[in-house]
């Protein structure tokens, strides 16, 4: 029997619905959350990224300004309009899209938005909380894989979880979130030998790499979890994730499609994040 499909796209809705019921209750204190956009560069993939952002903020009643700066931008400029956004009570939450151009130092940009906006859950203060198990605003793509997970009543503590990846961005913190829910984590990375054998002893594989159809059926446990990250384009246009969807989808239990999975969970996560520091108020 093919894979159950987690449908990110239709939970992501849901919450999104939810976030404009909270927003709605917000105003009610006078309190409207508002999230800024910091865009660098001509990267199509960031326009489309940043364009699917400001319309959830649209669509949820939460207030957007997006702020478009050419590839040429200093470093400078970047982090004078972080200081002056930090200081704004009108903005909840600051999002710097990534990849900055080449003369920017991402991390010290990244660095420079203060802890409380920091809605993609990027800095320090953040990703340290996270280790130590502490409150604070997670990053927003491993928080909509987990919440993918939990709607899907998929066993969590005492499972193998392989994530394939060792980014800040996702499967460092990823695997963080995995472990705090019991399961027993292995980090897997370019340097990793024997890859294929250590995925299929996974009970929730997650690919998040940036390798086009890297994962096979050969690398999947019969009846596993797999969470597909990856979205790479194909020389045909098409998109594919990190996994080999249709002959995986014939051998795990539960799949993410791509696109339609992961990533209308990042954005819903990004929502709720900007809400939550709202509320903070």
């Not at 802890?115 to 996270?130: C, M, S, T």
């Not at 690398?219 to 020389?235: E, I, W």
């Not at 594919?240 to 696109?259: L, N, S, Y």
């Amino acid at each position: 029997m093919p894979a159950q499909i987690l449908d990110g796209k239709s939970l992501a809705a849901q919450i999104r619905s939810g976030v404009k019921q909270e927003v709605a209750r917000l105003a009610q204190r006078g309190i409207r959350p508002g999230l800024a956009v910091m865009l660098a560069g001509d990267d199509p993939a960031s326009k489309v990224y940043v364009r699917n952002k400001v319309r959830a903020c649209e669509e949820t009643g939460v207030a957007s300004q997006l702020f478009a700066y050419p590839s040429s931008v200093t470093q400078d400029e970047l982090l004078s309009r972080i200081d002056a956004l930090n200081r704004d009570p009108a903005v909840h939450g600051i999002l710097v899209q990534l990849p900055l151009p080449r003369q920017v130092d991402a991390l010290r940009v990244l660095d420079a938005v203060s802890p409380e906006k920091d809605v993609d859950g990027f800095h320090d203060v953040n990703l340290g909380a996270l280790l130590a198990g502490k409150p604070g605003l997670l990053p927003c793509t491993p928080a909509g894989v987990m919440r993918l997970l939990e709607h899907a009543a998929v066993p969590i503590a005492g499972r193998r979880a392989v994530v394939i990846g060792r980014s800040n961005i996702v499967g460092k913190p990823l695997a963080l979130l995995l472990l705090r829910k019991d399961a027993t984590v292995t980090i897997c990375h370019s340097k990793t030998t024997d890859l294929e054998n250590l995925a299929r002893q996974a009970d929730i594989l997650v690919a998040a790499i940036g390798r086009a159809k890297l994962v096979g059926a050969a690398m999947v446990k019969p009846g596993g979890c797999v969470v597909d990250v990856g979205v790479n384009r194909l020389p045909d246009g098409t998109l594919a994730g990190d996994v080999d969807f249709e002959p995986v989808r014939q051998v795990a239990g539960w799949i993410t499609p791509v696109p339609g999975g992961v990533g209308p969970m990042t954005i819903a996560m990004l929502l709720e994040n900007c809400l939550r520091a709202a509320a903070k108020e």
